[in-house]
């Protein structure tokens, strides 16, 4: 189990940009927490307070009981990070820079390069081990920044939108991966994909603005959001009438029905009848996400913008 504990953290940049505002986590799990946030949220900054690349302006964090100021050397030795926007070192190959970083981090020549051609494999790309950086792909190159974290002994995994710019194809191998990487250790990753969260993740965490608006499981976002269930129609609600529940109309032309298990069964019932097409599924990270964004947007301009209803 690992537990990351956050109280009231803050982290201000300049004087107006408040990037984290008085954020409260607690964390005690294993697999893969999830931060997901449209671009400027906060994710990164979370990654990095917590990562001991940033000083927050206030509040504390711990990894394990350790806190990420006072003891981040000690919390350095345990982690891995693979920061955003990072790239491998242009003349170097893949088998150096993870033989390099795994020396730096203790391990010998041998055992270094040992375990650095096992990650370069894992990741399928043994075949570029000895090409240089600056000609690999996008994708490639981020992979050559994950094999040196799979390569190292950390046993906490700080990936920051690792699979940002990758094709479908990487993307996917990426997530096998790390499926298999979460059985033996804790990975924190940020996304603004939420199939991937949706996907990947044992807990989720919505920031928006710098404040985390919810954190859970699937299921228990689902019920924080008071409706687990969602019916799509095509067109208007007219025939559906719907008793309980929130009708939101999307771009695409359908309305959307967020209500209870039991309504969305009733009005399947109804719907069927009335031989309207029709799904009805669990709510998607989805559509809890822009839930919480929209809710948490209304109450900040005091509902004077038009209600989600
Ligand atoms: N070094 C910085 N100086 C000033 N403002 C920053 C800096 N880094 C980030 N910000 C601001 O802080 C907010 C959160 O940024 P960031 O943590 O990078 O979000 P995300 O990773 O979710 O896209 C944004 O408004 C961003 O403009
Ligand atoms: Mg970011």
């Known amino acids: ?43 990164t900054t ?6 001991t690349t940033l000083l927050p302006t206030s ?8 806190d990420v100021v006072k003891t981040a050397k000690e919390i350095r030795e345990r982690i891995a990070v693979v920061p955003q926007e990072a790239r491998p070192v242009a003349w170097m190959t893949p088998k150096e820079t993870v033989t390099s970083y795994l020396m730096w981090r203790g391990f010998n020549y041998g055992e270094a390069r040992r375990r650095a051609d096992e990650a370069l494999k894992l990741l399928g790309i043994s075949k570029f081990s000895n090409k240089l950086n600056q000609r690999l792909s996008g994708g490639t190159k981020r992979k050559v920044l994950v094999a040196t974290v799979i390569a190292s002994d950390a046993d906490i995994i700080f990936l920051d939108e690792p699979t940002t710019g990758l094709d479908p194809i990487s993307r996917g191998e990426l997530w096998d991966l790390l499926l298999k990487l979460k059985k033996t250790r804790f990975i924190f990753l940020t996304t603004h994909y939420l199939e991937e969260a949706e996907f990947l993740a044992d807990k989720i965490g919505i920031l928006e603005n710098g404040k985390l608006l919810s954190v859970g499981t699937l299921q228990e976002l689902r019920k924080k959001m008071g409706y687990p269930y969602s019916v799509k129609i095509l067109g208007k609600t007219g025939k559906a009438n719907v008793k309980r529940g929130r009708v939101v109309k999307g771009r695409d ?36 996400f822009y839930y919480f964004v929209k809710k948490s947007v209304n109450e900040e301009e005091r509902n004077d913008g038009p209600e989600y209803r």
């Open 1 to 43: 189990m690992t537990s990351i504990v956050c109280k009231k953290l803050s982290k201000r940049y300049g004087k107006e940009s408040l990037a984290l505002d008085k954020v409260d986590l607690s964390l005690n799990m294993r697999g893969i927490f999830s931060l997901i946030g449209r671009n400027g949220a906060g994710k």
């Open 46 to 51: 979370l990654f990095r307070v917590l990562s």
């Open 59 to 66: 509040g504390s964090a711990t990894i394990d009981g350790v």
């Open 253 to 288: 032309g359908y309305t959307q029905i967020f209500t209870t298990e039991e309504e969305a069964r009733r009005l399947g019932g109804h719907l069927i009848k009335t031989k309207t097409r029709f799904s009805s599924n669990p709510v998607s990270l989805e559509d809890i």
